[in-house]
């Protein structure tokens, strides 16, 4: 089993349409068993889920199990949650263990408790690792993804130390650029303050009882995303010069920040998985339809060009998810 976070420190990036069409194609092409879990507490992927009349009632039941349904009992002092109940969604081909607003309500808990577990306190450390924990459970699937929100706040960070690899979507612009940066300080900063914590204990026996390691996460990899393409005269499909030239500063950035400096021993791959070009109407269309942006249908209100475009979004997230398999399994070797 394989944890990738998808994240960007940049919110509106595209993030939720690309994971979820990214764990489809997964399932659907590759054969692959998927979970996808939802620990934004905006809960848009869940909520892309299930039409509003299924959604509604799967929050209204207090026994729906969801992400807060993960860190309520640890809030409790009753540790771990003994049982996930993921939700399986035909429409996709992957299971979700979906999303909770209450989640923002835990972000202080993870906060106080991550100044515990610095100073090597083993009910910080706990905390901590609850998605660790939770991922200990998952391992029927080949793939787990966290969904995210584009914080660099508690929740995040605690996926962010559970997962194996993180993949950036990045939006053409300025600021996609300058949370580069902000991503590797803080991944900088949470691995050499684990490491502290995981030395400060006393006695290491007591951690036997929990997936209690040093921060570990790879880069797999990023995806352009969101910007006005045209086609060339030998029938190339490139961006307008008004967003290749931001473009083109990606790859170094990229390369200096996250891999030389968070992976200098990796092998050397091309970390740019994909681009995907502004796809316009199909994405409202898409989740109004509660399906891939691949599988949308006349039905749906696919009329003249857009069959192209359809069939062209398949042959896209395909790529990026064939070369995601091939980065993130020589990163492992």
């Keep these: 089993m394989k944890s990738i976070a998808m994240f960007n420190n940049k919110g509106g990036v595209g993030k939720t349409t690309l994971l979820t069409n990214l764990a489809s194609i997964l399932s659907s092409e590759f054969g692959l068993?998927?979970?996808?879990?939802?620990?934004?507490?905006?809960?848009?992927?869940?909520?892309?889920?299930?039409?509003?009349?299924?959604?509604?009632?799967?929050?209204?039941?207090?026994?729906?199990?969801t992400i807060y349904s993960v860190l309520h009992p640890l809030s409790l002092g009753k540790g771990y949650s003994d049982k996930i109940k993921p939700f399986s969604i035909e429409n996709f081909g992957f299971d979700i263990l979906i999303g909770d607003p209450r989640l923002a309500l835990k972000e202080d808990l993870l906060a106080k408790d991550w100044a515990s577990a610095v100073s090597?306190?083993?009910?910080?450390?706990?905390?901590?690792?609850?998605?660790?924990?939770?991922?200990?459970?998952?391992?029927?699937?080949?793939?787990?993804?966290?969904?995210?929100?584009?914080?660099?706040?508690?929740i995040n960070r605690s996926c962010l130390l559970a997962c194996d690899f993180f993949v950036s979507p990045m939006s053409i612009d300025i600021f996609s650029l300058r949370a580069i940066d902000n991503i590797k300080l803080s991944i900088q900063s949470w691995k050499k303050n684990l490491s502290i914590g995981i030395n400060n204990v006393e006695d290491p026996g007591d951690l036997n009882d929990m997936i209690a390691k040093p921060m570990d996460i790879k880069f797999g990899g990023y995806v352009t995303q969101q910007y006005i393409a045209k086609t060339t005269g030998d029938g190339e499909k490139r961006a307008v010069k008004s967003?290749?030239?931001?473009?083109?500063?990606?790859?170094?950035?990229?390369?200096?920040?996250?891999?030389?400096?968070?992976?200098?021993?990796?092998?050397?791959?091309?970390?740019?998985?994909?681009?995907?070009?502004?796809?316009?109407?199909?994405?409202?269309m898409a989740q109004f339809a509660r399906k891939p942006i691949f599988e949308l249908k006349a039905k749906d209100g696919v009329v003249g060009a857009h069959f192209a475009k359809v069939n062209e979004s398949k042959k896209l997230f395909e790529e990026i998810a064939g070369n995601m398999i091939n980065n993130l399994a020589d990163l492992n070797d």
């Design 33 to 65: 068993r998927v979970l996808l879990i939802d620990a934004d507490p905006q809960c848009n992927a869940s909520q892309l889920m299930f039409n509003d009349e299924v959604t509604e009632s799967l929050y209204e039941k207090s026994d729906t199990f």
């Design 243 to 284: 967003y290749e030239k931001i473009m083109k500063r990606f790859e170094p950035s990229i390369r200096k920040n996250f891999v030389d400096v968070l992976q200098p021993n990796a092998p050397k791959l091309n970390y740019k998985l994909g681009s995907i070009p502004n796809l316009h109407s199909l994405v409202p």
């Design 120 to 154: 090597g306190e083993i009910r910080g450390l706990r905390t901590t690792f609850v998605f660790s924990e939770l991922l200990s459970r998952c391992r029927d699937y080949d793939y787990v993804f966290f969904d995210m929100g584009p914080s660099l706040g508690s």
